[in-house]
């Protein structure tokens, strides 16, 4: 899940962005914790007398979930270079094709001109990825 795309010429890779384990943890315990109160909200609401299993199914469901693709979400790598933004799976974002830069909780959303939207994943301070990619569209160094 690294970036595959060739570098044009004159092209370098200037920095590089992986998942960060920890924030991938911490996430997914967020996630299981409100996948946790839903399901004892939606069994309550339907008067089920055993509520309390909503919580071990949300639980179950998000643990399981986020062993099985823990492997691939942490060797997801972007790299950002001089002129482009490239991702795995063959996914090029020239930089002055960048139109807007979000934060979704860990995640930094690239959005194109065109509309396109791409996430850099789990990134331990989204911020500084966001100002990194702005450094080096403006011209300067991440």
Do not use: C
């Not at 339907?46 to 071990?56: E, S």
């Amino acid at each position: 899940m690294t970036p595959d795309t060739p570098l044009a010429e004159g092209e370098e890779v200037l920095q590089s962005f992986r998942a960060d384990r920890a924030t991938y943890v911490r996430t997914n315990t967020w996630m299981a914790a409100a996948a946790m109160g839903a399901g004892m909200v939606i069994l309550w609401l339907l008067d089920n007398p055993y509520v309390w299993t909503g919580a071990l199914g949300g639980l179950a469901a998000v643990a399981v979930r986020a062993f099985y693709l823990m492997s691939e979400e942490l060797s997801v790598r972007w790299d950002l270079t001089n002129q482009r933004i490239l991702g795995p799976m063959e996914r090029r974002i020239p930089l002055a094709q960048v139109k807007k830069l979000n934060t979704l909780g860990s995640v930094v959303q690239i959005v194109t001109h065109s509309g396109d939207k791409h996430l850099i994943k789990y990134q331990a301070d989204p911020k500084t990825t966001i100002a990194a990619i702005r450094r080096v569209a403006a011209g300067g160094q991440p």
